[in-house]
């Protein structure tokens, strides 16, 4: 299963406001599907800020992790990169004491 883009280099540090984190997309990815490793949690809620649109996500095992502390990670799908990707923020509504 393909991973698509590591966020490094992508995102800016997430922003973290009580139980939400915001993952600002600096650059464009090269796919519409974006690993936040090390975040390997399910959030309650994943949402496009640009657009208003819930987006999908699932979480996956990373075997080029695999004898790292963390080897999974959330994966953002369905990321509109048809020009113009850069720049967009997705909102992640995360269980209480989880983005902390």
Known sequence: ??????????????EV???TLYVHLVEEPETAAVCLHPIATVPRCATLLN???RMEYDVLLLPRFAHAPVNRSLRLKNLPVSGGAAGLVVKLELEPGLAE
């Open 51 to 53: 657009t208003g649109e």
């Open 1 to 14: 299963m393909q991973c698509g883009s590591h966020a490094q280099g992508l995102v800016n540090p997430a």
């Open 17 to 19: 406001i009580g139980n």
